[in-house]
């Protein structure tokens, strides 16, 4: 059949119709009513949802016929997790099914997308980027993603002259989604935070395919004394926005994992980015005073 009889034959299909509306499952066919007016943060069993994702998980709650739907849902305030979901017999609810097939595909895209080329330029940033020479490597080679050529280590160089305090490097890592949402505030507050202490901050650098450890190796180049790398998350399904910084004292590469000071979690539904920046930078000025970071740290502040 080719294309002009197939369009004949749609034509005669549609003319028998006589314009009544098609039957589906054997059930009466309803037009699909936008309701603008429905809260971002609710849904009610059939009705049309017009995004998923917009529906805040801590007051989706759909079971049918619960025993104390208030005490649960001050309960689900609490948390972003999947509690209150109901079920279809043995199944999930389309609606629970659909959110996760909707967030899983928001943890693919922030694990695959990237940043504009032009992200470190327009927030004045020094851009570099590790050995990686694409995404498809960086995720498949994490020890590339830990070090720089001798071309990006002397721009490095380059911007960084003499030998900084503090160093602050901003890297996609995970997630791009999340530098995108969460660096520039936090390196905002960080800088703020550090300057009402006497405390100056360099110029900052932006590291393409980036891995924590590329924070180790910035601290072989500049030799600073310390560096903070703010750094894209691997995404999870609670969220596709979540960044961490690592914080490390006298960083070098080899250094142990253990000797980093971590605040996780920095996204709008954890710590808001300006808040976790102010905590950092407080963080930030006691390492220096006792220098040491990571396991050590907190053994000091044990004594």
């Known amino acids: 059949m080719d294309k002009q009889e197939l369009t004949s034959l749609v034509a005669e299909i549609l003319s028998q119709m006589n314009g009544e509306q098609p039957q589906v499952k054997s059930s009466d066919y309803t037009t699909v009513v936008y309701n603008e007016d429905r809260p971002k943060d609710a849904a009610k069993p059939g009705e049309f949802v017009e995004d998923v994702s917009r529906l805040d998980l801590r007051k989706l709650y759909l079971v049918n016929d619960p025993a104390d739907e208030k005490g649960f849902r001050r ?78 280590a002397k721009k490095i160089k380059a911007a960084v002259p003499g030998t900084p305090r503090v160093q602050l490097v901003i890297g996609d890592g995970l997630s791009s989604a999340a530098i995108a949402a969460n660096a520039m505030d936090c390196a905002a507050a960080i800088r703020d935070g550090l300057k ?62 253990s000797s980093r000071t971590v605040v996780s979690n920095i996204h709008a539904q954890g710590t808001p980015a300006v808040e976790a920046g102010a905590y950092v930078a407080e963080l930030i000025d006691t390492i220096l005073r006792k220098k040491v970071s990571g396991v050590g740290l907190h053994m000091e502040d044990a004594k």
Not at 78 to 101: C, I
Not at 215 to 225: H, L, N, P, Y
């Open 196 to 257: 009402v202490r006497g405390i100056e901050l360099g110029q900052g650098i932006y590291v393409k395919y980036c891995r924590v450890g590329a924070g180790d190796a910035v601290g072989d180049i500049t030799g600073c004394e310390l560096v903070c790398v703010l750094v894209g998350e691997r995404p999870g399904l609670v969220t596709d926005k979540s960044m961490s910084a690592y914080i490390t004292y006298k960083p070098h590469t080899g250094v142990s994992e």
């Open 75 to 152: 309960l689900k305030e609490k948390t972003p997790a999947r509690l209150g979901s109901g079920r279809a017999g043995p199944r999930y609810k389309t609606l629970t099914m659909l959110r996760f097939r909707a967030d899983h595909a928001a943890a693919q895209d922030a694990v695959f997308s990237e940043l504009p080329d032009d992200f470190g330029e327009k927030n004045g940033l020094v851009s570099v980027k590790t050995r990686c020479k694409d995404k498809d490597e960086y995720l498949t080679r994490p020890d590339y993603g830990r070090g720089f050529d001798e071309e990006n």
